[in-house]
């Protein structure tokens, strides 16, 4: 279930590669997950020698879970299909005008009604997902501090299913966190134990694979490297300290730097980008001067835990390119040889990355379990009976592969 | 095996508890262990309700590791038997005087040979772990480079394997590392998930714990905090870096403080601490000085990782009571409010710390597959028929508990 959801279609004979089972354990899981509803069957490439094999693939109306990304400057929407099929999708933008959480989850609830009363037909959501801008409690998702949205100790979950009236389970997580899952699944990151996805935009902030797994820390706060003390004769930041590496890397650092201190968004980087592509030496420096300051806290990234990859998601993505000189020059500079050889690239997944990240750890309790999806009518099966005798045959088997 | 080798003696209820198993399962496991010589029983304490059970030890001659720790300026070699039982142990000053990785390593294997000849009834040793303070391989455990041993690139196990004629499995790993996984198993870390054990010596490294394991980073090289560029401005770095934490944090930051550039070692650091107990205000402010450094370094490992708990190892230990007043109130300043929560605490292991976990690299491969060390003669068994039977009857029983 969890290859054809994240690799996308594959045979009978590709899954029996994958798992190690033999093609018959293969094909009765197949039909439990064909009677679930959750992948679908069609007949394979002719021609080849032998049987065909059947192409399983992922039915993206099995499971469908509403994704929800709060982002300082944007609330985005999605509902997601198994398969990471987006099957209905609204973004907007959002003022920086100190609106309560109370305020901003009814406005995500009007879209998320808005979206799901557009697909009358289908089956509600199973689970919701929401990535936000902010420090999540791992035990409760519990945002704890969403420093630049103003919120404090919010139980963004509850009050969502609350206004939405859905009775669905809820989880959080922090917006990095949630980019990096999706990197790490279906991005930049794909493959890659050692990995870290850096997120750019007012605040920075970092998720963490570490051999395989996501590296959470004691309370789920790991990553929070926006904070990272790099800078000590630098600038206070708002969490009070002096000198955080997002006060010399954060969008305002850039901006103030290229002369447009007091704007923001990202049209506001674009421009500089725009400028730099017309040679102005301002914009050209400031954008090196992020690209050295990176350098500085992708150093102490490394140094500390040895990645394979690094992915610059946010406004670092759009930078890179011009950035990229200054911050390899700079980088070879500050880190120790076998260290330096990490890959710096682009998050493939722009600005979806949490909404896609949401979305798997909404399907995440279903791809543990897929039994506990319960069987579906079917219009080759007459008869209860039918539906009972096709679920004995499947049912002493495992699935959750 | 675990469970008695790491927590000490467990009467056969306790082991029933802790693994789950029944109590005639873990009668046949302790009878397996036994005929293999890996642990003993005696009778448990009479007196209490019901029969008493048997209290089940680790046999330090039941397996017998060799220990080595190389760091700048010391040397130590110990035998180690199961249980982390210290049977043996020679420690010896090194001079920074460039030797060689082969005239260091000719010095080792003597120290080894004079420990194995002190005990000739006994069995060889069945593994070696090595702790160098240096940057090394995961994969094959070759030193990349030993920043202030300055060697590079030496396969040190070879090495020592070919110096000493002993045809044993060795096991190379970093330092900070080794006494990481000692205080993790044995020491400050103990129960603890998620924790960091920092290491300051000429050189400063940390050892990982993430979720329960070891992170090692893709190549083996996290941890590598000493070359955290935290000071822009401050001292070139010997990796070639300025601005190294370690540069401002090690133990030639701290002498040079305190007016004694140029000493250095164990007694160096002791006269530091003594002239600060008799109120030297030079020494005091070097402290305090190396305090706020740490917290620099912390609040950057802290942001990173969000531990648990971080375990200050080396000449750390010995400070930190000086320092902590200094530590406290900067991290409290640099650290954003959830993560400054992390204990502080002094490693418990000393400077024995690396030893005993290359002693714990040592014993894994056994721990991990106790089934595969050889039956043993036991005079209440007569005959080669006896031992075969004892051997079927528990043959069958998985051991890696």
Known sequence: MR????????????????????????????????????????????????????????????????????????LAVAIIGLGGRVLARESVERARDGSSAEATIARVAGICRTLLDGRPEQSPVQAIGIAVAGVVQRSDGELVVGPNLGWRHVALGELLRTTLGLDVPVFTANDADMATLAEHLRGAGMGCDDFVCLWGEVGVGAGIIAGGRPLSGRSGFAGEVGHLPLSPAGRLCHCGARGCWETEVGEHALLRRAGRAGSGGPGAIDLVLARADAGDPVAISAIEASGLWLAVGLATVIHTLNPERIALAGFFASILPYARDALTKALSELAIEPLAAAAIVPARLGADGPLIGAAELAFEHWLDDPASVPLIDRPEWSSTADRRVAAKEVGATRLAI
């Open 3 to 74: 290859r054809v959801h994240l690799a996308g279609p594959a045979s009978r004979s590709d899954l029996a590669n994958y798992t190690g089972l033999n093609r018959s354990t293969v094909g009765d899981l197949v039909a439990e997950l064909t009677a679930r509803g959750l992948v679908q069957e069609r007949a394979g490439p002719r021609g080849a020698p032998g049987r065909p094999s059947p192409i399983v693939t992922a039915n993206p109306n099995g499971i469908t879970v509403l994704a929800i990304a709060i982002f300082d400057d944007s």
